[in-house]
């Protein structure tokens, strides 16, 4: 940054209240402790670019983010799950090799291209949704089906195998021998020891949201906390990549907790080794 900063037009004197106001001249261990002890308690400095505090940022640009990161892993639960427990339902039929298909293109498509595709069809050709800014519900859309897709599809594959191993098994032949439909032992007995590998493989993607969001919010001009980030890199303001950077981590790191206690709660024999 002190590199950048010298030329003709800023003079020595500058850089060095500079380089002692953001306390550049002190060891790499100590400036780290420093930032470390103000982010805790909740001041993340200033925007180099602006002038506004990050952490005030931050807050204003948090709406959009989460409302994309839920809208889309709420999507992609409900696809991946629909179409999962649909192809189990009619095994090996026409309907369960189409979805297979379509669940092999959508975890292909480039996200870019999936919301590019979607603005398109929606907002060009037939003019049914908006495609710019974060305004009301509907023009949340289609920017929660563009970074909800990708992992939806995925999800989708995950769980049908889950199922399929789980139909297998000889729990299920004893009770298709005893007059139960498929839809009752998949609803009843499959769905249930299918969910923790299911939710594993749903936490992984909604995680990674966070690296979609980064293409989808510019994309759909979302002034979210992903955009923010874009737009630091693009001038360089370490202050709120650093930040943002922070953020992101907490995020995942929260997420993956979040689902290992979900999967002992759903799981019996994770539960017996953790009283073991």
Same mark, same amino acid.
């Given at each position: ?13 500058? *850089?060095? =209240?500079?380089? %002692? ?29 602006? /002038? =506004? #505090? +990050? ?20 999507? !992609? ?12 339902? %009619? #095994? ?13 293109? /959508? ?6 291209? +999936? ?14 949704? #908006?495609?710019? /800014? ?24 995950? !769980? ?11 729990? *299920? ?17 499959? %769905? ?8 594993? !493989? ?7 949201? *966070?690296?979609?969001?980064? +293409? ?16 630091? *890199?693009?001038?360089?303001?370490? =202050?709120?990549? =650093?930040?943002?950077?922070? +953020? ?6 929260? %997420? ?21």
């Amino acid at each position: 940054m002190i590199a950048e900063m010298r030329s003709s037009t800023v003079s020595d004197e500058i *850089v060095r =209240q500079i380089e %002692v106001e953001y306390g550049l001249n002190d060891p790499l261990p100590l400036r780290y402790l420093h930032w470390a002890g103000r982010a805790l308690s909740g001041d993340l400095g200033e925007s180099l670019r602006t /002038g =506004q #505090p +990050v952490a005030e940022a931050l807050i204003e640009r948090a709406p959009p983010t989460v409302t994309l990161i839920i809208g889309g892993g709420l999507f !992609a639960l409900v696809m991946g799950a629909g179409l999962a427990f649909l192809g189990a339902l %009619v #095994p090996g039929s026409i309907f369960d090799r189409i979805i297979h298909v379509l669940s092999l293109v /959508g975890a292909s498509a480039p996200k870019f291209f +999936v919301a590019a595709l979607l603005i398109y069809t929606f907002g060009v050709a037939f003019r049914l949704l #908006p495609t710019y /800014g974060f305004g009301g519900p509907l023009s949340w859309i289609l920017p929660c089906i563009s970074i909800g897709i990708i992992p939806g599809s995925i999800l989708s594959r995950v !769980a049908r195998v889950a199922l399929a191993e789980e139909m297998s098994r000889q729990y *299920v032949v004893t009770a298709i021998s005893k007059g139960l439909s498929r839809r009752r032992i998949l609803m009843h007995d499959a %769905v249930p020891n299918a969910l923790p590998v299911t939710i594993n !493989a749903f936490a992984m993607h909604f995680a990674f949201m *966070v690296q979609a969001a980064l +293409v989808i919010e510019p994309i759909f001009a979302w002034p979210g906390i992903a955009a923010y980030f874009v737009e630091a *890199v693009r001038f360089r303001d370490y =202050q709120v990549l =650093q930040s943002c950077l922070l +953020v992101f981590c907490i995020f995942f790191i929260l %997420v993956n907790l979040s689902v290992d206690l979900i999967s002992v709660t759903l799981d019996p024999k994770q539960r017996q080794k953790g009283l073991a």
